[in-house]
């Protein structure tokens, strides 16, 4: 008779991620032949990572030994077992899809039977909390994961004027010092918001944006421009985007500013401010991790790739015949972007994948005078 295990599994793709993988988060509920939990038992386990498909290539294979807890639970790092065969650093994860294929052997050997391939995929917990029913109150298995997710914490110490982040992975307490205008006895706590275990907040008396980046456990900062001339000092507005990343516009020295999560940096856009209006700014649009804007005076519109973590431009034509300055409309979807340049009759996309603009040509009615812009939609892909 043929023995069945099976494993409960939870992947948690964000947990160790750098630049390079070098691992993610595994947690599984171990069962033998029976249905049964395997209790502080030792077992082995075998994983491999499939290109494309769940027969696809295997492209690296690793062992690991683990002894469950009282309730069957164990965790493990993937990419940071015993190497088979393949080199995890060098798994090309932009290419085509992954595949996890996991083995076992409930009794520590190395007679291992597979217990499933699973598409490899960034799970939110709430999803994977779900179907494993977590919610319940007498749960000891949901608390027992629940306690393995990380959680930063912030607060403000308005009269030492400092901003306090905890690190949940390295367990510290880091602070940043912010300024307070004493000559006009205003005592203004920043506020701070967060985005994906980062935190971020404005100095508008040292005029200075500030980023706790969880990655490196360091606060960095980017200075921004205000209008002595006018005595304008409005502070910029933050924007938070997926993935830790953050944008704002400094419309007095005509820039965007974008903080990168995974490189630590700060890069920066220039915009043609129209100086005749006082240094209007353009309108960002968001999509994923990556940002773009349109820059009408240039006649560009320009994107922020995250993966790249590099601008890209496009240039756009307007209406000069009939002094008409009609602005695209770019719209955003899963890190791409998109607009119409109607006067060049071209539909331009941004490819987040490539980190090039596109072009294709439309067709127009001359004969009826028909210009009107084809409508565009989108369909995304895993």
Known sequence: MKKIYSLLAAIFTTALFAQVPNGFAYQAVAFNSSGNPVVNGPISLKISILDNSATGTNLYTETHSKTTNSKGLINL???????????????????NSKFVKVEMDAAGGSNYTNVGV???????????????????????????????KSVNYVFTDKYDRKVY???????????????????????????????????????????KVYVFNARTGAWVSQIYHINYLNSNFSTPALVPLSNGNLMFADKYDHKMYVFNYVSG?????????????????????????????????????????????????????????NNNM??????????NFIFTDKYDRKVYVFNSKTGTWTGQVYNVNYLNNNFSVPATSSSETN
């Open 118 to 148: 699973n598409q490899l995929m960034s799970v939110p917990y709430a999803y994977v909390a779900k179907k494993m029913d977590l919610s319940s109150s007498d749960s000891s298995l949901g608390a027992d994961l629940i306690e393995n």
């Open 265 to 321: 940096n700060w890069s920066s856009q220039v915009f043609n401010g129209n100086y005749n209006s006082n240094g209007s700014t353009p309108v960002a649009v968001t999509s994923g991790s990556n940002v773009a804007f349109v820059d009408k005076y240039d006649h560009r519109v320009s994107v922020f790739n995250a993966k790249t973590m590099t601008w890209a431009s496009q240039v756009f034509n307007i209406n000069y015949y």
């Open 165 to 207: 982040a905890f690190n949940s992975n390295t367990g510290t307490w880091v602070s940043q010092i912010y300024n307070v205008n004493y000559a006009n006895n205003n005592y203004a706590v920043p506020d701070v918001t967060s985005t994906n275990g980062n935190f971020m907040f404005i100095d508008k008396y040292d005029r």
């Open 77 to 95: 790092n993937i990419g940071q077992g015993t190497p088979v065969s393949g080199v995890f650093s060098g798994i090309n994860w932009t290419a």
């Open 326 to 335: 009609i602005i695209p409309d770019v719209t955003g979807s899963n890190g």
